[in-house]
């Protein structure tokens, strides 16, 4: 999720205007919602002191707004919290072990989520069990979805297809009109 959609996320629920995120940060009351509006459609990314600002007001850390950096261990819990708001990801712990669960019912995106998700404990689980080999499973993953065969993906034809098509049936359309 991009910056401007968490600090529209945020805003919302913290049942902000934008006209009012916008003054408290320091914007002109007369302009400060088109402001806030070009930084929540991402035609304006705010540089680092005014993401602090945003931070400060929406009561959250600046690293909960900015794209989080999955390289470092605080920018990947932020990710983690991201998925927890968009697709209703939770915490809990199972047989000792702390996992991650996703809630089917927060909407298409999550129950999606979770189909890719049981895929790979799929793929995981045949590693483990000796069917595949350790290269087999990364060329699944590496190369994710080409070789996902648990779920239907949509490919779209080629254009040149298309037109190969219609035209190899060009005498139906006529007849069918």
Known sequence: MA???????????????QKYLGTAVGFPERSADVRLAQYE?????????????????????????????????I????TLFTLEDVYGLTVSEADGEVCLKVNKDKGKEAYELLQ??????EQADKLSAGEISKDDYDCWRYYYPKYDTTQLW??????????TLVEAFQDKL????
């Open 3 to 17: 910056i401007g959609e968490r600090i529209h996320f945020f805003r919302l629920l913290r049942g902000m205007t």
């Open 41 to 73: 459609t991402g035609s304006r990314k705010p540089k680092a002191d005014l993401t602090a600002a945003l931070a400060q007001v929406l009561d959250v850390s600046p690293q909960a707004l900015d794209v989080p950096d999955i390289d470092s261990q």
């Open 75 to 78: 920018g990947l819990m932020h």
């Open 116 to 121: 890719m998700l049981h895929a790979w404990k």
């Open 154 to 163: 949509t490919k779209v034809p080629s254009q040149e297809l298309s037109d």
């Open 174 to 177: 006529k007849k069918d009109e």
